[in-house]
Structure formats: structure tokens, C-alpha cells
């Protein structure tokens, strides 16, 4: 194989081949005796978790029975694009004790980079919401296959099938980039997810593709429109999130995420005083995906979420749903 300089690129030694749920103890309910092994106390909300329904590795009951496990009264599920999960989710914590907030994670693009707006107690069976959700699995779906191609020039060969197989998409799955960089693990050319991103599929890596253009205002309207409550996903990702935040709040925006992932109580502590001065319910969660937590993510109930956030976002979606407080229509 030769790369984009002639270099021959020879894959690392194969690794065996990832299951989509996986075995490690973060990446499953611990089994009897197990808890605490990692870390002996857990948030009781985590409202930022992704499973097999985006570009998550446990499977939305796997999700639930590791929060119920380690003692959660709510989680929500924020699937990238996607709400396939959600039904699943409700279903396994019946019973339990755990609420399930129905919720999404939309991604959109700006100048600077990518925006994701997470929406919190919307109806997921919308129509409105489905078909535009649709659209943007579909444009998931092409950007994947570019990346791919993409990698293939430059003299990495990957299946496509298989990272289609990674993603669950005959399941309704949404492709995403961790999916192919699971992929790019698998197949011994990078030694984790992370590597992936950095070498090859990152915003400035040779491989990147970008997605159809959606503006994070959109997102906004989109997810007042299904009734729920949107939050400006993990702030200081976007250069100009500040800038953009009027903007943002002028659409309908009711939230920012300030408890996110490995944000320390130095950057925490600013953005709940923005988020309190812009009149914004502040929000948190651990940004999970399976596997070791990384940079920037923990695991399931990792990053701590004062338990009072969730009564202020459930106020803040019994405004959402007042006809007098509802946003414009995209």
C-alpha cells in the first residue's frame, strides 16, 4: 500500500475484531461484586449518552441496566441523529426506578467548526422530527462512504461493509466517523479511536469529509418545534461559541451544557454563571460512548450533575411546551 507521499503504509498487527458491546467493565453493568471497582460514587443524572442507535457501543438496555446498576434516578439517551433508541430504553428501566428522558443529539455545522444541539423531552415519534432525522442519516451514510474512499487514497484500505456492520445500520443505526475509526482500530492502522481521529479523520485530517450544512438554529427550531428543550452541547469545543449564543437563544435555545464530560470546576463554574445570566438551564453528562473514557468523555454517571439540573430542565420543557413559548417553525 502506498500513501499520499509514496510512503508504503503497512497496518499495525491486527487487532481482534471489537464486539459492538463490549466486555470491558465500562462497557457493561458490572457483575455482582464489581461496583465501585472504578470509582465509588456516581452522579445521579447523566443527560449526555450515546448507544448502538449513533456511534455508541452498548446497546440501549445495556445502557440502562449499567445505570440502574450504578444507582442513576435519570439518564438521556442523545444519540447523534438519531431517537431509535429511546423506545428500547423505556422499556428495559420499566420498573426500575431510572427515568429515561427521551432526547437527540443533532449535529450542524458553522464557520468554526461543528455545533451539536442537544434536545431534551421531545416527542421522538414526530413525524417532523423523524423525516428531518432521516435526512441526516442519509447524508451520514454518504459522508461515511467519502471518508472511506477518502482512506483508500491515501493507501488505507478499509471495508465499507464493515464499518456499516460497526454502525448496526441494518438496524437503523446512524453512521457516524467513530465508526470508521473503530474500523481504522480494528484492521491494526491506528491503536485507538482517538489516533484515528487525530491522523486521518479529524476537522483538519486527510481523510475528512464534511457534512451537508445545517445551521445550529435550525437544530434549535427543530427540537422546539417536536415540543423539547435544545442545550448548545459542550460550549467551549465552538471558538465562537459566545458569539453565536445570542443567536442561538434568539432561535429558542434553553440550555447550555456546563457539567460536561472532563471539564474541570474552573471552566464549569464560568459557564453556569453564563448559562444563569442568559436565563439558560445548565446541563451535564458524561458524553459516553463505551469503551475507557477519553479526553474528553467519562464514563456512565462519571461527570458530576447536581441533582437540581433535572428539575430545572423539566421546567424548562413544561415552558417548551406552552404554545406561547414555542419557537417559529423551521
Known amino acids: 500500500m502506498k500513501g499520499a507521499k509514496g510512503r508504503a503504509l503497512t497496518p499495525r498487527r491486527p487487532l481482534p475484531r471489537r464486539e459492538r458491546r463490549g466486555s470491558a467493565v465500562l462497557t457493561r453493568a458490572p457483575a455482582q461484586g464489581e461496583r465501585g471497582l472504578l470509582q465509588p460514587e456516581w452522579s445521579p443524572v447523566d443527560l449526555h449518552l450515546h448507544t448502538t442507535a449513533s456511534d455508541g457501543v452498548l446497546s440501549p ?18 444519540d447523534h441523529d438519531s431517537t431509535g433508541g429511546i423506545g428500547e430504553a423505556i422499556d428495559a428501566a ?7 428522558i427521551p432526547s437527540v443529539e443533532i449535529n450542524t455545522d458553522v464557520p468554526a467548526g461543528e455545533a451539536h444541539i442537544l434536545g431534551y423531552y421531545l416527542d421522538h415519534a414526530d413525524p417532523f422530527l423523524q423525516a428531518t432525522l432521516a435526512h441526516r442519516r442519509a447524508d451520514r451514510v454518504a459522508r461515511g ?11 488505507i484500505d478499509i471495508n465499507w461493509d464493515r464499518v456499516q456492520e460497526i454502525a448496526g445500520a441494518e438496524e437503523g443505526g446512524a453512521v457516524g466517523r467513530p ?27 486527510p481523510a475528512y469529509v ?6 445550529p438554529e435550525e437544530a434549535v427550531a427543530l427540537i422546539r418545534r417536536a415540543g423539547g428543550v435544545p442545550v448548545l452541547a459542550h460550549p467551549t469545543s465552538l471558538p465562537d461559541w459566545e458569539v453565536r449564543l445570542p443567536s442561538l ?5 434553553l440550555g447550555l451544557e456546563c457539567y460536561y464530560g472532563t471539564y474541570t470546576p474552573e471552566v464549569v463554574q464560568p459557564l453556569v454563571d453564563q448559562a444563569a445570566a442568559a436565563g439558560l438551564v445548565a446541563t451535564g453528562g458524561s458524553d459516553f460512548h463505551g469503551g475507557e473514557p477519553t479526553a474528553w468523555s467519562t464514563t456512565v454517571g462519571g461527570t458530576p450533575v447536581p441533582l437540581e439540573v433535572l428539575d430545572e430542565l423539566k ?12 419557537a417559529p417553525s423551521p
Open 61 to 78: 438496555s445495556e445502557l440502562v441496566a449499567l445505570a440502574v446498576e450504578r444507582g442513576l434516578v435519570a439518564i438521556a439517551l442523545t
Open 179 to 205: 465508526h470508521v475509526a473503530r474500523a481504522l482500530e480494528e484492521a491494526g492502522y491506528v491503536a485507538s479511536v482517538q489516533e484515528a481521529f487525530e491522523k486521518f479523520i479529524g476537522r483538519d485530517g
Open 94 to 100: 420499566r420498573g426500575s426506578g431510572l427515568e429515561v
Open 315 to 326: 421546567a424548562a420543557a413544561a415552558r417548551a411546551k406552552q404554545p406561547s413559548d414555542a
Open 210 to 215: 464534511p457534512y451537508r450544512k445545517f445551521a
Open 145 to 155: 462512504y467519502a471518508i472511506v474512499e477518502k482512506l483508500r487514497g491515501l493507501g
Open 249 to 253: 437563544i434568539e432561535a429558542g435555545l
